[in-house]
């Protein structure tokens, strides 16, 4: 599987715009980009995914680099409920398939 | 709208005891279906995967099992625990049908913990 790295850690200041960055230098022509997050002591929460142009959702907003090499989830102004792990992860659906590798993630933290 | 369940929420097995844990979804029909397992302070493994009744895959050799012997029941079950079987155990669904990346839905956790 193709892999991601990200930063371990993050902090930000409530009400102000993030940026999660997240490198994928082998990704394949057939990988999506997926986020999740996940908060304490729950299940990951589907955010945002994309394959090739930017997307943008009521959560979040997914930059993605014309040569698909890396990408940027944005928050467009983090609140406390926003502190979790945020998992950038790449998946390649063969068929009815679409397995997730998730990774250690990116710890957000938002500062009041 | 489509639900998860997972029971129980917490367990705490003696090391050797057996172990069953259940997720059932609602609302939805001919899921994928995914077993998940998150070690402390450790990402999420993907241990089991089932696109049908009775067909499992196993992503990673080792002391569990799963089975689906309804379409949208899935049981992961050890026969005798490890101390290493402990985390929280996740169990996700996603639709078959489609091309592309399928959103995968999870339930709220197993945390096990093996004394």
């Known amino acids: 599987d193709a892999k991601t790295t990200q930063p371990n850690s993050m902090e930000s200041n409530e009400e102000e715009p993030v940026h999660l960055p997240c490198n994928h230098s082998t990704i394949s022509g057939t990988d999506y980009i997926h986020w999740y997050r996940q908060l304490p002591s729950q299940g990951p929460e589907y955010v945002i995914h994309g394959l090739t142009s930017n997307v943008n959702n009521r959560m979040a907003s997914l930059a993605i680099a014309e040569d698909r090499k890396s990408s940027t989830l944005i928050l467009h102004r983090a609140t406390l409920r926003d502190a979790a792990v945020y998992y950038c992860i790449l998946s390649s659906p063969t068929g009815a398939n679409s397995k997730l590798t998730f990774g250690k993630g990116i710890t957000l933290s938002v500062r009041p | ?115």
Do not use: M
């Open chain 2, 1 to 115: 709208s489509q639900t998860i369940h997972q029971w129980p929420a917490t367990l705490v097995q003696p090391v050797g005891s057996p172990l069953s844990l259940e997720c059932t979804v609602e609302g939805t029909s001919n899921p994928n279906l995914y077993w998940y397992r998150q070690a402390a302070g450790r990402g999420l493994q993907l241990l089991f995967y089932s696109v049908g009744i009775g067909q499992i895959s196993s992503e990673v050799p080792q002391n569990l099992s799963a089975s689906r012997p309804q379409d949208r029941q899935f049981i992961l079950s050890s026969k005798k625990l490890l101390l290493s079987d402990s985390g929280f155990y996740l169990c996700a669904w996603s639709v078959r049908e489609g091309q592309g990346a399928n959103e995968q839905f999870f339930g709220p956790g197993t945390r096990l913990t093996v004394l």
